[in-house]
């Protein structure tokens, strides 16, 4: 099928380099996301192999077929907007047929297929339904189903999912994921959610003022951060200098907070530091402190919740670390 | 380094290049003419300025500059008078009746103003029924001719293009705005003056704006009512007409000054309200005030009053058009004499109008859309040029535009005078702007994405184009069609000076009439135009009704 390759792609606006000598390579029925800030490139790159942008150097194949020069409709893509793009003045059948009738599908054949598509997104017997009488989500299902009755060799998401509510968005990007994975179509999301790309992405390249700043899987870009912007942007981490956990080499390390504990919950070989907590908060399953060192940094701290534990400002701590989770920066 | 044009702009760049053509041909190329004939001597061959100097050099026309611009400036304030109070009245106080005011209120828009400026002498003149009625009693008063009449001609015919803009402006102000200002200690009265009108002001003089450059291109209105008064636009006409020499230097040269004092006004606007744009960003209109019963009452009488008034000219001439004329003299009696006479004579007069008002706003459809389309859709230079070269008929007097023509197409490699299509052209170039305005405005409002999404599902984009797109602005493309169908079937400016033969429309025989002393005819004329220009617009709103109902 349909592996990705992107070489040495290069796109300027006016002075801003928005895409900047990317080399990438998508696996066949790979799950795979662009995460980044907004203004990072992730958005040019997707609308470069959608080819809504036009590239100023380097090229982009599916599998063996160059396509960066190709017309845009004749590139053979699904692709999922923000906005969902859904067609006002058709049906849900009407959207769901309409790259299949632009790829001249007709009778029984394209009503089956519509059929098919719409069940697979359960919408099953909305084909009547005017968009206008659908939900934010329900759009957004229209469009995933639109863009999967095509069969196309790859599909696109353009952050489709951060136009619904949080509880809808977790149970949209499961469903995503699921669908992907049955039908075995390469994709490429595009969010600047971390938590969304980390729970979807079989991996993720993470980008940053239009260079990929890492690329792996989620966990490993997690837990092995190359570069500062990569630990922070993957979630909370403290940020300090190897001297303050009493650590060799003048460099910073990246520290998460769940990686620290109270030195009476965490295992005897752990190095210990100590310090005054500086402030407490309980949210629920985990407790989130703050502890002023002797150097005057702040360590963040997320331990999970422990009834018998008094911690109020002002008291003095003794916090664990596991060493095996200090990730050196370069 | 390759040539090839990349695929996203291929079809932009067509279209741009297309429209390019057609407005290059058919408006610079002939505005230029008008140029050169300006600065060339009588043979046409050696450049000179001596025309300039011999045009300004007489009183008269000197006088038809500054009559012209004093009747302009004095018309946009008496519609600003009339129409800011309205426009309020309509936006916050409980006035009895709105939507049917707002519709009475726009049709002077799509009706002939000179048949309003015939009518109000046919009541009003010296031979007036109104006047001999009045002098019967023993009443007096001033002349309608001349300035006082073209001015009230103005009010009551151009209003609306202030009303519109700012009763929408009125309806944009954030309530809390208001609020903020009242918890601040400001009485309601001074609120009003301090801060609603303030942040209405831009949209006033919008409207304004627009009042003022109709004045300045309005040919019918000054004929019918100007006799001695030079008028610019109808001494150009009556130059070009009249002179023998090869090159028609001295109708270029009103012809030029015209195109530069509209110029300046735009771009005087342009640097004025760019600079000040008071969006609210209103969520909801503001509430409706409560008044006490006199204000509301006087509130009440106000609108219909000025409404009602601005349509009893073309009221009065259906009227009388099934009266008795002999020659220009009316008598009391029902007849349907005139009709006959001008059906009589020919039936062609009324073919042509309603054949030209098709061709051009089918033409006009054809070019404005795509045009709207690049203009909004691409951001280039060239999209903004080509913004910019599609908004100029809107400045360009339709006499002007008229004289360009002839002087461009009379000989050489394309010959158009003398036959049908040098006036649908003429029609098309001057009504593409509300083409481009309206079709832009709802391409404004359709999100590119949707595009995109037909584009990736395999749609080319011209394929995405006719089924994307053009279903989604067709309301306002059929709306559209019809204002520029109407306003065609009643264009006199540019039919006067391009009309010929066979090719008359019932414009011109209203003109002609006129000219003749042939009351009967020109009433007659005057109201199967009224009917020709309400027809499509009340077929429209019924179409709209039935479609926003379903």
Known sequence: ?330 | MRLAIPHQQRMPLAIAALGFLFLGLFLLYPLFNVFSASVLDADGEKFTLANYFKVLGRPFYRAAVTNTLAIGVTATLTTMLISVPFAFALARLPVPGKAAILALAAMPLVLPSFVSAYAIVLLLGRAGIVTQWLNAWGIGFGSIYGAGGIVLVYTLTLYPYVLLPTMAGFKAVDVSVEEAAQSLGSSPRRTLWTVTLPIVIPSILAGGLLVFIETLENFGVPFVLAEDMPIFAVEAFKLFIGETAPNPSSAGVLGVLLILTTAAVLLIQRRYLSARRFATGARAAPPILRVGTGLRIAAAVYCWTVVLLALVPFFAIVVLSFMEFRGPVLHPNFSLDNFRILFDRSTRPLLNTLLFATMAAIAVTLVGVPIAYVVTRVRSTLATVLDVIATLPFAIAGTVLAIGFVVSFNSGWLILTGGPLIMVLAYTVRKVPFAVRSSSAILHQIDPSLEEASISLGRSPLQTFGRILVPLMLGGILSGFVLTWVTVASELSATVVLYSGSWRTLTVVMFQALESGGGGVATAAASTLIVVTLLPIALLYRLVRRYELS
């Not at chain 1, 066949?28 to 470069?48: H, I, N, Q, V, Y």
């Not at chain 1, 809504?52 to 396509?67: M, P, Q, S």
């Not at chain 1, 952050?159 to 994709?187: C, F, H, W, Y």
């Not at chain 1, 990929?212 to 837990?223: F, H, K, N, S, T």
Request: with cysteine; aromatic share 6%.
């Open chain 1, 1 to 330: 099928m349909t592996g990705i390759v992107i070489e040495g792609v290069e796109r300027s606006f006016g002075s801003v380099r928005a895409v900047d000598g990317v080399n990438l390579t998508v696996g066949d029925g790979e799950f795979f996301t662009l995460l980044g800030p907004s203004g990072c490139g992730k958005t040019t790159l997707l609308r470069m192999i959608a080819g809504f942008c036009e590239l100023d150097g380097g090229e982009i194949r599916f599998g063996a077929k160059r396509i960066d020069r190709l017309p845009a409709h004749t590139r053979d893509i699904g692709m999922v907007f923000q906005n969902y793009a859904v067609f006002p003045n058709l049906t849900v059948a009407g959207n769901v047929a309409y790259g299949l009738k632009a790829r001249r599908v007709a009778g029984t054949e394209l009503a089956r297929r519509v059929d098919e598509a719409l069940a697979l997104v359960q919408l099953a017997g909305y084909g009547e339904r005017w968009p206008h009488q659908l939900s934010g989500g329900q759009l957004q299902r229209v469009a995933i189903a639109r863009a999967l009755v095509i069969r196309p060799q790859v599909l696109l998401f353009d952050e489709p999912l951060s136009n619904l509510d949080a509880r809808l968005r977790v149970s949209m990007r499961a469903e995503i994921r699921e669908l992907q994975k049955s039908l075995g179509i390469t994709a490429i999301y595009v969010t600047h959610d971390q938590e969304e790309a980390m729970s979807v992405s079989d991996r993720i390249a993470l980008m940053q003022s239009g260079k990929l700043e890492q690329v792996g899987a989620p966990a490993e870009i997690y837990r092995n951060p190359t570069s500062r912007f990569a630990a922070e942007f993957m979630g909370t981490t403290n940020l300090i200098e190897a001297r303050t956990l009493g650590r060799d080499g003048a460099g910073m390390v990246s520290l998460r907070p769940e990686a620290l504990r109270l030195d009476s919950e965490a295992p005897a070989g752990w190095p210990r530091v100590g310090g005054v907590i500086a402030h407490v908060e309980i949210l629920g399953p985990i407790t989130r402190l703050d502890v002023r060192l002797a150097d005057g940094s702040l360590l963040k701290v997320a331990a999970l919740d422990e009834p018998h534990r008094t911690l109020a400002p002002g008291a003095a701590v003794m916090l664990a670390y596991d060493p095996a989770r200090v990730t050196v920066l370069t």
